[in-house]
């Protein structure tokens, strides 16, 4: 198993971007200079996260970023994507914090310097404690300090991000972490779900008109997840419920940013809790993007259930990954040609995609050929989307390093790199030398056509 494209596959023009993701919590560790935040808090809940664990040390990312930024320009990538810890930025009177600015800016010099693009993700999930206890995306001043945040540290990084999103995963951000409690800040209630889900994307539309004005050069958009939803069966029943869910968990987001509407279910189900929609939100939060970034994993099937809008099949039937998640490619072509058809899109991104395996270190190897299997189905999976219409600038692999998984801790591994986390010491695993070998083959039949 090695990760092949065939020669003529347009990924692998050289315009095609191929980048490695990460985000900040969930690698950076190095919390004794920064203020704290929802996720610091989040872990100390009992039972809060499977393994107990905290985001204090993590890869510690921050003492050893110099020799992660070595490893990721050993794999040859045209970009980095990374995520600004606002709480590593500002303190709690909205003033920037000069010491982590400038941590931010030597990575950004280091990655211009070596040709490497970064994208930079503005929120990936860690938002300032002093803002949560104030309400955190249940309140709608929260969408103003994003937008000074935005403002200040846009102007800090001057001319040097090749492209901004907003945010990464609204949804999750408002979903797991507001309706369904199981990410910070652990509430729940579909009300407050659709509430937080509604700042976040005023804040993106806030966000996106400071980034014309500061970042004028940039590609600037937003990061969205999607699990494309399909019917357990062929009855009409079953078709409703898929449909109702893909509504509900996916259109939520997607449709007010590219067509400046919410779904019917969304403002009707349940009675309610509708998003708190105000004069002019909808026209800030649909602002023209110059691209949008989707990330991708599995899917899900549903099936309808008495009493219920619809309800997830809970026995999977294809392979699945460490995460319970169904190895599914072809749910990511059919996602992508559904989304062209639905809407008229900007230039896609592939931000995120990947799986955790249960990688073992052996005499010094981790031998996941299940991963680069997974990342050869799903590049495919990204050709074929491309065959058939789709604009598909780049593809980035999920993630660099093992990390902090959220909810799951540490005991979930998604890295190419393999993380030991008692010596912190970082081994390429075989997908990530596929994923290498793929780009090194890649420079040099460039090499030889310019040549030609
Ligand atoms: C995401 C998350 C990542 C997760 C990954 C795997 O954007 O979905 O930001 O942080 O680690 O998705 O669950």
Known sequence: MSIRLHAHSPLLNEAFCFGVATASFQIEGG?????????????????????????????????????????????????????????????????????????????????????????????????????????????????????????????????????????NEPFCSAYLGYELGIHAPGITGTKNGRTAGHHLLLAHGLGMAVLRKNAPNALCGIVLNITPTYPASDSAEDIAAAKMADQILNQWLFQPVLAGSYPEAVLTEPEGAAPPVEEGDLALISTPIDFLGI???????????????????????????????????????????????????????????????????????????????????????????????????GYFAWSLLDNFEWAEGYVKRFGIVYVDYQTQQRTLKYSGRCYQALLTERRQSERQEQRA
Not at 328 to 352: A, K, W
Request: charged residues 20%.
């Open 31 to 167: 919390i004794e200079h920064r203020e704290p935040c929802n996720w610091d808090v989040f872990c100390q809940q009992p039972g809060a996260i499977a393994d107990q664990s905290d985001g204090a040390v993590a890869c510690d990312h921050f003492h050893r970023w110099k020799e992660d930024f070595a490893l990721i320009k050993s794999l040859g990538v045209d970009a980095y994507r990374m995520s600004i810890s606002w709480p590593r930025v500002m303190d709690a009177n909205g003033q920037l914090k000069q010491e982590g600015v400038n941590y931010y800016i030597e990575q950004l010099d280091w990655l211009n310097a070596n040709n490497i693009k970064p994208f930079i993700t503005l929120y990936h999930w860690d938002l300032p404690q002093h803002i949560e206890e104030n309400g955190g995306w249940l309140n709608r001043e929260t969408a103003y300090l994003y937008e000074q945040y935005v403002d200040a540290i846009t102007q800090a990084f001057g001319d040097r991000v090749y492209s901004y999103a907003t945010f």
């Open 295 to 393: 990330n991708y994993y599995t899917r899900e099937v549903y099936q309808s259930a008495e009493g219920e809008l619809y309800q997830a099949v809970p026995e999977k039937t294809l392979p699945l990954t460490d995460m319970g998640w169904e190895v599914f490619p072809q749910g990511l072509t059919d996602v992508l040609v559904d989304l062209h058809q639905r809407y008229t899109l900007p230039p896609l991104y592939i931000t995120e995609n990947g799986a955790a395996m249960p990688d073992t270190l052996q005499n010094g190897e981790v031998m996941d050929t299940d991963r680069a299997e997974y990342i050869q189905t799903h590049l495919q999976a990204v050709e074929n989307a491309m065959q058939q219409g789709v604009d598909i600038r």
